[in-house]
């Protein structure tokens, strides 16, 4: 068995096992990009800016089956399992392509989508709707006010129903303990946009998921060569001429 058989072997083997890891770390991935949007799917009207995430949990869902016939098919270097297992991953490798691509264009995407809709969001507050939880939950995990700015709140009709030149407590910082969101006192305040804050949060979880993506494509490259290896160097030992001493 020459270098380039073992090699291709190895190459094989710690693809498959690492199939069940790559099961678990893109399933993390996915959930983590979903859960991420749903917090914000209100400033979100385009729903197929989830879908890199939901490819990802797709072929995540066959990973462990797929590590198995990889096994089995390196083991008993079963020319049908080596070109099953060579099928498998050039279908994942095209879904992971397509993956990164979508998340690509979906990261340039994100900051459009969120300035026209963000306003209208913050146009609908009024306390008590679940848009108002929504601008409140917003406005405290990322610590801004308002859509560009603290002042943009005082073009909303909750300001000038309320009347009492202030903003939401949502929009205090965590350390002003007797912060009422009186615009008297902006020192209390998150004078920071939530749009841009928003932007840049969602664009560095598509960022991570798609170096996670690229990594495993890159990975899935180098085992289909592997399988290119195997399979060619098994078709040229089995036509040894009769004179070489294999039947000897």
């Known amino acids: 068995m020459d270098c380039g058989v073992i090699t291709s072997k190895s190459v094989l083997l710690l693809l498959s096992l690492a199939f069940w890891a790559a099961a678990a770390g893109l399933s993390y991935v996915g959930a983590y990009v979903i859960n991420t949007y749903k917090s914000y799917?209100?400033?979100?009207?385009?729903?197929?800016?989830l879908?890199?995430?939901?490819?990802?949990?797709?072929?995540?869902v066959v990973m462990f089956i797929i590590g198995l016939i990889g096994c089995c098919a390196t083991f008993r270097e079963?020319?049908?399992g080596l070109g099953l297992f060579l099928a498998i991953i050039l279908v994942i490798f095209i879904a992971e392509v397509s993956a990164f691509v979508l998340g690509f264009v979906y990261r340039e995407k994100v900051k459009t989508d969120v300035q026209s809709t963000m306003r209208s969001v913050f146009e609908k507050y009024d306390g008590k709707n679940p848009e108002s939880r929504v601008v409140d939950y917003l406005q405290e995990q990322l610590h801004c006010c308002g859509v560009k700015n603290y002042s943009d709140w005082t073009t909303t009709q909750w300001f000038n129903s309320t009347g009492n030149n202030s903003v939401p407590q949502s929009c205090c910082q965590q350390e002003a303990k007797n912060c009422t969101g009186h615009l008297d006192q902006p020192q209390e305040l998150n004078t920071q946009g939530c749009a841009l804050e928003l932007e840049s949060g969602l664009q560095s979880v598509i960022s991570y998921a798609m170096l996670v993506i690229l990594g495993f494509a890159i990975?899935?490259?180098?085992?289909?060569?592997?399988?290119?290896?195997l399979t060619c160097k098994k078709e040229e030992s089995g036509y040894q001429p009769l004179y070489s001493g294999v039947f000897a």
């Open 41 to 49: 799917d209100n400033f979100l009207q385009d729903k197929y800016a």
């Open 78 to 80: 079963s020319r049908v």
């Open 219 to 229: 990975v899935k490259f180098f085992g289909m060569l592997s399988v290119c290896v």
């Open 51 to 60: 879908l890199p995430a939901v490819i990802i949990i797709c072929v995540a």
